[in-house]
């Protein structure tokens, strides 16, 4: 079945940066919409960064200029690059697959929570 695991979340002080990673598996994700959803205590979940097969992005205004998200199609990794975090980046961070064909549907990771305080 399709997994998605995330891994690189933690504790930062404003200012600094972190990794987070994502590995897809059960499927063929070359056709696949790839995106980094948050939510925090209270709020909504929203989509912060996605990215298409053609390496094409979109961002939440929030995080222009800040964050990257990128992908390794050989690979099924997808990353998002966080720099100049800010206590309001303090969410769990998810990984989302949006898929077509034989596993169409939408998945997700079980999360990972990122911190950013002093």
């Known amino acids: 079945q399709v997994q998605l695991v995330e891994s690189g979340g933690g504790l930062v002080q404003p200012g600094g940066s972190l990794r987070l990673s994502c590995a897809a598996s059960?499927?063929?994700?070359?056709?696949?919409?790839m995106g980094w959803h948050r939510q925090a205590p209270g709020k909504q979940r929203e989509l912060v960064a996605s990215?298409?097969?053609?390496?094409?992005?979109r961002y939440v205004d929030s995080v222009k200029g800040r964050f990257t998200i990128s992908r390794d199609m050989a690979n099924d990794m997808v990353y998002l690059q966080m720099n100049s975090l800010k206590p309001e980046d303090t969410a769990v961070y998810f990984c989302?697959?949006?898929?077509?064909?034989?596993?169409?549907?939408?998945?997700w990771g079980q999360g990972t929570q990122v911190t950013v305080s002093s």
């Open positions: 059960g499927a063929d994700f070359y056709g696949s919409l």
């Open positions: 990215i298409t097969s053609n390496h094409l992005t």
């Open positions: 989302n697959a949006r898929l077509w064909g034989r596993d169409s549907g939408d998945y």
